[in-house]
T-cell receptor, first 112, second 113 residues
Framework: RKEVEQDPGPFNVPEGATVAFNCTYS??????FFWYRQDCRKEPKLLMS???SGNEDGRFTAQLNRASQYISLLIRDSKLSDSATYLC?????????????FGTGTRLKVLA | EPEVTQTPSHQVTQMGQEVILRCVPI?????FYWYRQILGQKVEFLVS????????KSEIFDDQFSVERPDGSNFTLKIRSTKLEDSAMYFC???????????FGEGSRLTVL
């Protein structure tokens, strides 16, 4: 079982739709949680950190459920420019330094 | 805004050749990482570096790979004898603290022929 799992998609949604992605993690010692956005052939860019209390940044809302070991990302009022791959990243202490585990990413395509 | 910079952006090399990929992390960051991403696949951890030594490495990071921080600013990844399967995008990343966000460079695309 992968340590961080995401539905690879693609999710094809019309402009203006609301879309939600989930990500599950298997290691209960995981300490920090992030959503990154990656455009085709570009570097991952931090979208938002995810906190236990949940957090919102404009049209984006992230939630963390430690009991069920999943995090979610909700995008409201989707824009064409939201088309990208969304990477779930989980951080925990590894055998050496802090370790960041990447999910495979969920591909979103917003259609006009 | 401070950023991680990587050179070269693209390198084409023959199988068996040595390659050095360079990174300049954000100046007040203390933790440095190399990741790779084969086209269409997930981002994979290679190695982490802290306090001038390797903190952790993955099973991908075998004897043909090495990292160093020769001058306090550059952070390099060397591949001694490249193989076809080393063709990928290599991302350098840095973080300020032990658990903070990772900031990525734009990547170096390596093509091995």
């Amino acid at each position: 079982r992968k340590e961080v799992e995401q539905d690879p998609g693609p999710f094809n949604v019309p402009e203006g739709a609301t879309v939600a992605f989930n990500c599950t993690y298997s290691n209960s010692a995981s300490q920090s949680f992030f959503w990154y956005r990656q455009d085709c052939r570009k570097e991952p860019k931090l979208l938002m950190s995810v906190y236990s209390s949940g957090n919102e940044d404009g049209r984006f809302t992230a939630q963390l459920n430690r009991a069920s070991q999943y995090i979610s990302l909700l995008i409201r009022d989707s824009k064409l420019s939201d088309s990208a791959t969304y990477l779930c990243v989980v951080g925990r202490t590894g055998s050496g330094t802090y370790k960041y585990i990447f999910g495979t990413g969920t591909r979103l395509k917003v259609l006009a | 805004e401070p950023e991680v910079t990587q050179t070269p952006s693209h390198q084409v090399t023959q199988m068996g050749q040595e390659v050095i990929l360079r990174c300049v992390p954000i100046s007040n960051h203390l933790y440095f990482y190399w990741y790779r991403q084969i086209l269409g696949q997930k981002v994979e951890f290679l190695v982490s570096f802290y306090n001038n030594e390797i903190s952790e490495k993955s099973e991908i990071f075998d004897d043909q790979f090495s990292v160093e921080r020769p001058d306090g600013s550059n952070f390099t990844l060397k591949i001694r004898s490249t193989k076809l399967e080393d063709s990928a995008m290599y991302f350098c990343a840095s973080s300020r603290g032990n658990t903070g966000e990772l900031f990525f460079g734009e990547g170096s695309r390596l093509t091995v022929l």
